[in-house]
């Protein structure tokens, strides 16, 4: 334990006559007095120090598997099926195993993105197990530090200051990774390659150890003036300390303002209406990073320039996003067009914008909407379909014949329009309002401004495997159809790896199908597609028995709900090279695809990649997508069960 002499005094240093035990209780109730500022230093370091290693294992095993990735996608270029067979087979136990039992894994059997219902109210996700090991060992390191103090003080007023000056240590030390890890634009997501959704995971940890030991703080220094009060013989000290107390006022704002917060973002509160929390959110975080700066500077404690700095990402991180919004949609004169398409309980938002982007499959924007919200609020959509075609300079009302070599004039610089289109799904809120206001036009079609952000994701390439799986549940589709689309070229151009793609489609009705009905034509009319490409399509919900009809062995149409698990296991079995399984849907619907590729991991290649924009304004249409999908009988949801016409009645992957 540290002794009473390397506690930090002003005034006064180790092995100075002035000592803690012949202090008086109350010198303990303010300022840095009894504060040991040598181990507050050590468990920053340790801090930062375990963060960074994590970031450094996690950076070296990307830079592993991107090389394998890289190797496996020369070297497979223009092999055959067969001859990738030894890329399909595990290298070593060890990796399978950690993907399977660690990585893949979800905490308790198979529930990951379900959200979990206590008495009807939606209480969130539960981590996934990595992410409960690597938050587990965080937050007992800050619990071991809290505790590491001198419990055998000769002064009991200094264990409590003690106790006090590390809580409020650790907390101004975690509030930087805290907005780290909030901003979308964080520079660790490209760098590991870890999405967004992952770093909000450990935001929402960290906040709430953040809250916790600025309450302990609070605690400690409550605790400290009562018993110094008490020596003293004084009464109401607590009291008269915070009347006219600047330092404390400021201090009580911060702790305030967090706790708020760690009410407020509940998951039973937060999914009740998203837009309001999120501003309030916004505004409720500057109030306690203010507040705990102000704190900070007229206490003149330690680290006070952690939470100016922390300040200072929260505002960079919001230039960042407008600079992009008006790079990418604003010109000097014009903005983003914005065409919006009704569809059967959807929209396709098609927006032409002012400068070209350089786009990945796999990519998410948020949209803006300005005159549908009171709020400058954003919602994440996948990029479903875009394209890049030239823009001429003049119309060609414009355009005269040269009549000589002189009126050509000087080449022009090429120029091209880049358009992206999204499905958004209707559900409540922004969606609903865009649905109604695109029918009501007697076309259909309307206008209206708006703006987008982004683009982000896109982290995962899928060329280097042989397989591809691509599983998607309703509106999921958009992220996975771009995603055919560049393996499709890939393989026409000699680029990847891939040899067999299987796209897995689960909605509730045919209606669904006209979301993306243009982009499946382009796609079926690229050359080799059947060579490559095969469609599975559960409908959940057919009007009619005679709607479930298979038009093709590549495109095949089945009644009742997925079933991931005999999918995979059938696909495993006649894979070619490496296989990859990707999901985007319903939470319960991406846990049963997860479980499905991890049963498959240890005995042979196969990596799950997951995309999930958790946005909370939906959680609830995904728990009641669960309990339609998992919950309902398939008799009573469908009417009547009529089997495929083409496939075998008893297809393995539908019930």
């Known amino acids: 334990m540290p002794s009473d002499a390397e506690h930090g005094t002003p005034g006064s240093r180790p092995g100075s006559n002035y000592t803690i035990c012949s202090m008086a209780p109350s010198n303990f109730t303010h300022g840095l007095m009894g504060v040991n500022l040598q181990m507050d230093s050590v468990t920053t370091y340790s801090l930062w120090l375990s963060i960074i290693t994590v970031c450094l294992i996690v950076v070296v095993s990307r830079l592993v598997q991107g090389g394998v990735s890289k190797i496996r996608h020369l070297l497979n270029l223009r092999s055959d099926p067969v001859q990738q067979s030894y890329w399909a087979r595990n290298g070593t136990a060890i990796w399978p ?24 109210l939606d209480m969130g996700t539960i981590p996934s197990r990595f992410h409960t090991a690597l938050l587990t060992l965080y937050v007992l390191s800050n ?64 906040s709430r150890l953040v809250v916790a030991e600025s309450l302990a703080h609070t605690f400690a220094w409550m605790a400290g003036k009562n018993y110094a009060d008490k020596m003293m013989g004084q009464q109401d000290g607590m009291a008269r300390a915070l009347n006219g107390n600047s330092f404390l006022a400021w201090g009580m704002v911060s702790v305030i303002a967090m706790v ?59 230039i960042i996003r407008w600079s992009k919004i008006v790079y990418r949609n604003f010109s000097l004169t014009s903005s983003t067009r914005v065409t919006v398409e009704a569809l059967p309980e959807a929209c396709r938002v098609t927006y032409e914008l002012q400068r070209p982007w350089e786009l990945r499959p796999g990519c998410h924007v948020y949209a803006h909407f300005p005159t549908l919200t009171w709020s400058l609020s954003s919602h994440p959509f996948s990029i479903a379909w ?4 030239p823009t001429p300079y003049k119309t060609l009302e414009d355009e005269k014949l ?32 865009l649905h109604a206001k695109a029918l009501a036009s007697p076309s259909g079609i309307i206008n209206i401004p708006g703006y987008i952000e982004g683009p982000y994701g896109g982290l995962e390439s899928l060329h280097s495997y042989g397989t591809v799986l691509l599983f998607a549940g309703g509106v999921g589709i958009t992220h996975q159809i771009s995603h055919v689309r560049d393996l499709l070229q890939t393989y026409n151009d000699s680029t990847s790896a891939i040899r067999k793609i299987v796209l897995i489609w689960s909605v509730r009705t045919q209606d669904a199908f006209d979301w993306v009905h243009p982009w499946m034509t382009e796609i079926f009319q690229m050359p080799h597609r059947r060579q490559v490409l095969k469609v599975l399509l559960f409908v959940t919900k057919p009007r009619h028995a005679g709607d479930v009809v298979s038009r093709s062995t590549q495109v095949q149409m089945y009644g009742g709900r997925c079933k991931p698990g005999k999918i995979v296991e059938e696909e495993f079995e006649k894979r070619a090279g490496a296989m990859a399984v990707t999901v985007c849907g319903p ?67 539908s019930s």
Request: glycine letters at 4%; charged letters at 15%; proline letters at 6%.
């Open 587 to 653: 939470g319960a619907f991406a846990d049963e695809v997860r479980m499905a590729a991890r049963e498959r991991v240890g005995e042979g290649v196969v990596d799950f990649v997951e995309e999930n924009l958790r946005l909370a304004v939906y959680a609830m249409t995904n728990l009641l997508m669960y309990m339609y999908f998992f919950q309902t009988p398939s008799h009573n949801r469908s009417g009547t069960s009529p089997p495929p016409t083409q496939p075998l009645p008893n297809h393995p992957a």
């Open 386 to 389: 875009y394209d890049t075609r």
């Open 97 to 120: 195993w950690l993907k399977k039992n660690l990585i893949y894994a979800p905490l308790i059997r198979k529930r990951h993105n379900r959200n979990l219902t206590l008495a009807r």
């Open 260 to 318: 708020v917060i760690l009410i407020q973002a509940s998951s039973a509160i937060r999914h009740v209406a998203y837009e309001t929390f999120l501003h309030l959110h916004q505004i409720l975080a500057l109030i306690a990073f203010l507040g705990a700066a102000f704190h900070g500077h007229k206490g003149n404690l330690p680290l006070t320039n952690y939470v100016y700095v922390t300040i200072a990402l929260w505002f960079l991180e919001r």
């Open 143 to 206: 619990v071991a530090y809290c505790c590491f103090i001198n419990y055998k003080s000769c002064n009991k007023a200094a264990i409590f200051a003690e106790l006090r000056g590390r809580t409020g240590h650790l907390a101004f030390v975690n509030m930087m990774p805290l907005m780290i890890f909030a901003g979308r634009n964080n520079a660790l997501i490209p760098l590991l390659r870890v999405s967004f959704d992952t770093f909000n995971i450990f935001h929402r940890w960290i």
């Open 402 to 433: 040269p009549s000589t070599t002189q009126d050509l004039g000087p080449p022009l610089p090429s120029r091209t329009t880049t358009s992206i289109t999204l499905i958004m799904s209707k559900k409540s809120g922004m969606t609903a309002k």
